[in-house]
């Protein structure tokens, strides 16, 4: 198959119509070779015991036992991170970004926190327990109460996305239910953008040893026993009198493994990583779901169609961008599973009709990118990533936490603190 040329008014002709959707497959082979083992995430299975994620998969017309490698939430949570590297080199920043600062607070070491890092985007609980300007960023029950911005938030729908697209177009390609603040009722907007990476061809009987052999402690450090003291240092408990003194204490004495000194047995871990054929990216940026998106603007009712077509092509080319971003970075998921892509990656146009393949580089995804933009601006969607725009500083909305969020962070953090003492 032939590669097609492509550039932004190609795209711009899929979003409004051509093709349903853009898509990638990406074959990876680990790093160390085909040999080498790779490691996918582990969960919880029957008796709380770590399993992997395995299932059989239809490759080629054939069952094949497969095992999830990287998740679409994994996947999805490392291109927002790509994305925010982006926003964050930029001289102009690209896109809007909604940030909550938590500098000169109580919980100062948390510092910025943005919509890319917030599990459910800009619908996450933690934007609603922000202020804008000295009220509140969000009031879902009371709306007149909450921002103007906050408010764009709260009247969200697929019919009607104009004001979150320029306050949080990343929640739009990467999905979001607006569930926390009026439950069932909350705007659901689906994926845009969903990339996942699968193991084919895995083996079932990885094992992985594990040990410690203590280089100064090397005997009798079990029968020692510790105990945990209130500024978390430790000291030992080792003679008569020591022991009568600490025998009011509730906190039993730890052995020295427990704080982390002795030998530990040898022993076999069974989720000891997977040997698989090849893994493979695949990645799917739904044209259809996103022409399910409508921008109205009061000002542009005779060119409503053309609106909306710009203001998803604007969405597509932010997702390519965000994928092309991924392959740049690589495809480091964790330790011990470390995957190269076994050739230049590739990304088709599909239709029922036909399908046309093309290569794209973060470079010429983000000149696309640029010039979606452009064009959207020109005919009034709202964009604020130049200058100052009301409380939009440079492309950033920056809220404060409001004292409850505060409280509610400290609280959590010197509760794990007590916790960590008494396990």
Same mark, same amino acid.
């Given at each position: ?6 550039? /932004? ?9 051509? /093709? ?14 085909? !040999?080498?083992? &790779?490691? $996918?995430?582990? /969960? ?9 994620? @395995? ?58 926190? %943005? ?10 609980? /933690? ?19 909450? +921002?103007? &911005? ?19 177009? @990343?929640?739009?390609?990467?999905? !979001? ?15 845009? !953008? ?8 895995? @083996? ?19 029968? #020692? ?27 039993? $004495?730890?052995?020295?493994?427990? =704080?982390?000194?002795?030998?530990? %047995? ?15 990216? =695949? ?33 597509? +080319? ?14 480091? #998921? ?16 599909? +239709? ?36 100052? =725009?009301? $409380?939009?500083?440079?492309? &950033? ?27």
């Amino acid at each position: 198959m032939a590669k097609a040329t492509f550039d /932004y008014e190609k795209l711009k002709r899929a979003v409004a119509g051509e /093709y349903h959707a853009i898509r990638a497959f990406v074959d990876l082979k680990p790093a160390g070779g085909e !040999m080498d083992k &790779i490691f $996918p995430p582990t /969960y919880q299975g029957p008796d709380k015991n770590p399993i992997y994620a @395995t299932e059989t998969r239809i490759v080629n017309g054939e069952e094949v036992h497969c095992v999830l490698i990287d998740s679409v939430q994994s996947q999805a949570n490392r291109m927002e991170m790509a994305l925010l590297e982006w926003h964050r080199k930029s001289k102009e920043p690209p896109f809007p970004l909604v940030q909550i600062d938590f500098r000169g607070t109580d919980v100062d070491w948390v510092g910025e926190f %943005t919509v890319l890092e917030a599990p459910h985007r800009i619908a996450d609980a /933690y934007f609603l327990a922000c202020e804008l300007d000295g009220k509140p960023f969000r009031s879902p029950r009371k709306p007149e109460k909450g +921002s103007d &911005i906050g408010r764009n938030v709260e009247e969200a729908r697929p019919d009607n996305a104009t004001g979150l697209f320029g306050i949080s177009p @990343t929640s739009l390609i990467f999905g !979001m239910w607006d569930s926390h603040s009026k439950g069932v009722l909350g705007a659901k907007f689906q994926r845009i !953008m969903a990339s996942e990476v699968i193991g084919i061809g895995v @083996t079932k009987d990885g094992k992985r040893a594990e040990s410690r052999i203590d280089p100064l402690i090397k005997v009798a450090g079990e029968s #020692l026993k510790a105990k945990i003291n209130e500024d978390g240092t430790w000291s030992l408990v080792d003679s008569p009198e020591k022991k009568k003194a600490d025998s009011s204490e509730k906190k039993e $004495p730890k052995k020295l493994s427990g =704080i982390g000194l002795g030998n530990i %047995t040898p022993t076999l871990n069974p989720t000891g990583g997977v040997v698989v054929k090849y893994a493979r990216q =695949i990645a799917v940026i739904s044209l259809t779901a996103l022409r399910r998106l409508r921008f109205p603007l009061e000002s542009k009712e005779g060119e409503r169609e053309e609106v909306n077509t710009l203001a998803r092509t604007v969405l597509a +080319s932010l997702s390519l961008c965000a994928l092309t971003l991924l392959w740049e970075e690589g495809f480091s #998921l964790r330790s011990r599973c470390e995957l190269v892509p076994v050739e230049e990656p590739l990304l088709e146009l599909v +239709s029922p009709q036909r399908r046309e393949e093309f290569s794209l580089d973060f470079d010429a995804a983000e000149d696309i990118f640029r010039k979606a933009v452009d064009e959207a601006k020109k005919v009034g969607l709202p964009w604020p990533t130049v200058g100052d =725009i009301g $409380p939009w500083k440079n492309g &950033i909305l920056t809220l404060k936490p409001n004292k409850d969020l505060v409280n509610a962070i400290k609280e959590s953090q010197a509760k794990a603190l007590e916790i960590s003492a008494e396990s």
